[in-house]
């Protein structure tokens, strides 16, 4: 890690001073979920995956790029749009319309929020 640059800092639980960073993501995440979910919060685990694509793809100020751009070295794909019908696997179609549902909604909440 040296070699790179890099320091590791080892931090403890519910102690902002050591762990600002996780601290400033948990918050995004916090947020973005309150928003995904707020019809049924129960369900809040089902929209991480979601909530968490939609950190890493989002631009941030501080790295003026994406997390994605910077793992990746490239811009995250752009997800398109699905029309019914056009998988021919019933599960992957089923995926891609619920996918698509998520979305919508997604974008209805932070509208609203």
């Not at 400033?24 to 991480?48: F, G, H, I």
């Not at 979601?50 to 631009?59: G, I, V």
């Not at 100020?61 to 997800?79: C, D, F, L, V």
Request: proline share 8%; charged share 20%.
């Amino acid at each position: 890690m040296a070699f790179q640059g890099v320091q590791i800092q080892l931090s403890t639980s519910y102690h902002p001073q050591t762990d600002g960073q996780s601290e400033v993501v948990n918050r995004c995440l916090e947020t973005y979920l309150r928003c995904m979910c707020a019809d049924s919060p129960q369900n809040w685990s089902k929209w991480l995956p979601m909530a968490e694509w939609w950190y890493n793809t989002t631009y941030h100020i501080a790295i003026k790029a994406t997390p994605y751009e910077i793992m990746y070295g490239q811009p995250p794909p752009i997800y398109l749009p699905y029309l019914p019908g056009e998988s021919k696997v019933e599960l992957v179609d089923r995926s891609l319309r619920k996918r698509e549902e998520m979305l919508k909604l997604i974008k209805f909440h932070l509208r609203r929020a």
